[in-house]
Structure formats: structure tokens, C-alpha cells
């Protein structure tokens, strides 16, 4: 049995009325119906600690939009914002290549901005991804994951050239870094 209601949704042309290179051109009739999918989203929110309502549309290369929203747990520290919902929906379906989001929520007079942990999230996937906070009224504000996360940490980084590499680190010996001189002490030498 296939519920395909809130899996893979497109933005579809006829209600854009965008070109057929919408995607990759420079008119962006997309945003306003990728925003509609992020109030959407928020409707099927499960928020009954905050109640505090989030929705988001991750809109993929190929134009296939996955929507999240917030779910919340009786264990509270385990609850999920929307935008990770959306982009865990995504990467476990396949895709890893987006080119905007946009997060609704139901504040009346604040564009709603990610939380310190979804701006990393995204970040994962490129940090000019274009970030589209929006208000109730479907009125937004467009920023880019670096803006929202300047000097950010990221995969290019784990990549670069470091002054140790694990290939130096044996099971059993812990060695750290004073003043550019390594020091290295194995279990015998911590207990004497
Ligand atoms: O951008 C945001 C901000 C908050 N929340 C959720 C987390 C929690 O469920 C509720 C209140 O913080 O809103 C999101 O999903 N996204
Ligand atoms: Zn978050």
C-alpha cells in the first residue's frame, strides 16, 4: 500500500507557470508555490509540547519538493524540526542536491528563522542554498544558508590538511597537541 499524499511532491508547472527550464533560469516563479508547500507542511506539525507550529519545502535540482514539519516527543530533547525533517526525507529518497528551502511558521510578525542546529544541517549540503523565511501572510525574506551560518564548519573541512591524522593514533595511546609539540603518553605513563 502506497500513501504517495505527503512523499515526493512537484512543484508543478501549470501552477507556476514557469519555462521548462524553470530551474535553472533566472525567473523564480517556484518560490512563491515553494513557500505555499512549507504552510502546507506546517498544518500536519506535531507539536503539542510547544505548540508551537514549523513547516518547510526542500526543493530539490529536479525540482521534487519534500516537505517537513516539526515532531515532537514526550522525551522532549528528541524532537525534530521541520527543516531536518524535510532534508532527512530527501537524502533517504535519494537526493542529496537542493537548491532552496523555505520554512513557514506561525508567527504573525517575525519571519521564522532555523535554529542553530538545522542552519549546520543544511549547511551539510552546500552553503549558498537560498533560505526563504517566511511569515503567515506567505510574505518572505530570502537568505543564504551562509548568511544564516558565516565561517561555517563544513565536509570540505574534514578534507584538509591536518597536523595529525588518525593513521598516528593507536588503540591504546592518546596523543595530543602542546605549543606544536606532540606529546604522546600511552596507558602506562596515565597511571603513574
Ligand atoms: O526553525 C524552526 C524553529 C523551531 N522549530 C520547532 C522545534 C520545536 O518543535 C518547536 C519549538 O521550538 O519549533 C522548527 O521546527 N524549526
Ligand atoms: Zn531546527
Known sequence: MTDLRTDELRVDRAETGARSNWIEGEDEDWIK?????????????YCPYSKFRVGAALL???GTVFTGCNVENASHNLGLCAERTAVVK???????????????????DQFISPCGG????????????????????ESYKKMTVEDLLPVSFGPEDLKRKRVFTTDKITSNTIVSSVGGNA????SDQGRR
Open 118 to 137: 538545522c542552519r549546520q544541517f543544511l549547511r551539510e549540503f552546500g552553503d549558498q542554498r537560498s533560505v526563504y523565511l517566511s511569515k503567515p501572510d
Open 90 to 108: 530527501a537524502v533517504s529518497q535519494g537526493y542529496q542536491s537542493f537548491k532552496a528551502v523555505a520554512i513557514a511558521s506561525d508567527l504573525e
Open 60 to 62: 530539490a535540482h529536479d
Open 33 to 45: 508555490p515553494l513557500i505555499h508547500q512549507a504552510h502546507w507542511a506546517k498544518e500536519f506539525a
Open 183 to 186: 606529546l604522546q603518553s600511552n
